[in-house]
């Protein structure tokens, strides 16, 4: 039984040029705020920020060998996520919130290089990546005319990546949990005249935190 236990599992996986794969996960993603100039002077709006909001991703992946430690990898992602923009307004009877949730539908395109380790116990690795994607917002919101209630939110956005994860190696398959952290380069706040909730804001960039389930062949 100890055998069969530490029998290597696909032992041809090193020697691929490419393999493919799907990813699955949960992602909980906010805005990292910058307030504008308007804010210290609002007579009203007391505090804006982001509370973390949850959401859901699934991917196809693909997967370029570059040694026995190294893959390139291409994962296309559609990415279901929801942001909440939280505003403190006064009252003379009490201060009230306001809650504005900005709903994305996002093709996500991210290339990273994968390093991992060597195979411990034949079937067992870790790894980390680093990398960056691009991000389209099929539900963005910038284009909207009848802008009175909301904020708008840039369809396009460029990101850095970060991750870690493990390598568990099965006969048929290999199953990778994975956690990355991404982070907004762009500004994605589209600011509208004389609406209060965007006024003051001067710049919202995107932050993700992704925990995800990958099955690779």
Do not use: C
């Not at 949960?26 to 609002?42: E, L, M």
């Not at 307004?89 to 306001?98: C, L, Q």
């Not at 790894?127 to 209630?149: E, I, P």
């Not at 909730?197 to 960039?205: A, I, K």
């Amino acid at each position: 039984m100890q055998a069969q236990a530490q029998k290597k599992n696909m032992t041809k996986h090193d020697s691929k040029i490419i393999h493919f794969g799907i990813s699955m996960g949960i992602n909980n993603s906010q805005f990292a705020i910058t307030r504008s100039s308007a804010f210290a002077q609002h007579d009203s709006i007391k505090v804006v920020d982001s509370p973390r909001s949850p959401g859901f991703n699934v991917g196809i992946v693909s997967a370029l060998h570059t040694g026995k430690h190294g893959e390139i990898r291409f994962i296309p992602t559609l990415v279901f996520a929801e942001k909440d923009l939280r505003y403190t307004e006064y009252n003379i009877e009490g201060d009230d919130e306001t809650n504005k949730t900005v709903e994305s539908i996002i093709i996500n395109f991210p290339l990273s290089y994968k390093y991992k380790s060597d195979r411990f116990f034949n079937n067992f690795r870790f790894y980390v990546l680093g990398g960056g994607r691009f991000d389209w917002d099929l539900a963005s919101n910038s284009k909207a005319r009848k802008a009175l209630d909301i904020v708008k939110i840039d369809r396009f956005d460029v990101a850095a990546e970060l991750g870690l994860g493990l390598e568990f190696y099965f006969p048929m398959f290999i199953f990778a949990p994975e956690i990355r952290i991404s982070h907004g380069l762009l500004n994605t706040h589209v600011p509208t005249d004389n609406l209060r909730y965007s006024e003051v804001l001067q710049r919202l960039r995107s932050k993700y935190i992704t925990i995800s389930l990958q099955f690779e062949g």
